[in-house]
């Protein structure tokens, strides 16, 4: 399989590519800042994200993302990854029908967001409903982080 290597993709071309991986985004490091700061906006302080020396005594043996930071992260993994479509003035999320969180993402790792185009539908006039199965790797582990089903509508 080999990933879509076009900036702009006109939405005529995406049933054709189906059941194929469309984009690959930049491996991108996550930081310890970054978890401390989704920790205060989401009010979720679980000392395994942002208390470096108790975590370093359990399981994981430091401090490790959430896993809905890393969730939160597909829309910037995708803009990254996947060709825009052209005509398209808004692209927003629907939804997600699975997720699930395999591989902790530990503080300094590199991830990034693997696509793969699973469905396409055209709904009223000018929306295209998209379904795409989206798996965050881990630099250098052999599991992933992640692996989701993610709906987005374009709007043209």
Aim: hydrophobic share 40%; glycine share 8%.
């Amino acid at each position: 399989m080999s990933v879509i290597q076009v900036q702009v993709l006109h939405p005529d071309r995406l049933p054709a590519l189906i059941g194929q991986e469309i984009g690959v985004s930049p491996w991108r490091s996550i930081s310890q800042e970054q978890i401390d700061r989704f920790a205060e906006a989401t009010d979720d302080h679980q000392f395994i994200h942002v208390d470096p020396e108790r975590a370093r005594n359990t399981i994981f043996g430091g401090t490790i993302a959430h896993g809905f930071l890393t969730l939160s992260l597909l829309p910037s993994l995708a803009e990254d990854a996947l060709p825009d479509l052209e005509g398209k003035t808004i692209g927003v999320n629907y939804g997600l029908d699975k997720v699930r969180f395999i591989s902790p993402v530990h503080n300094g790792a590199r991830i990034r967001g693997r696509f793969v185009l699973d469905e396409v539908s055209r709904r009223a006039g000018n929306e295209i409903r998209l379904r795409h199965t989206v798996t965050v790797d881990i630099e250098d582990n052999d599991k992933p982080a992640l692996v989701a089903q993610w709906i987005t509508l374009s709007i043209f």
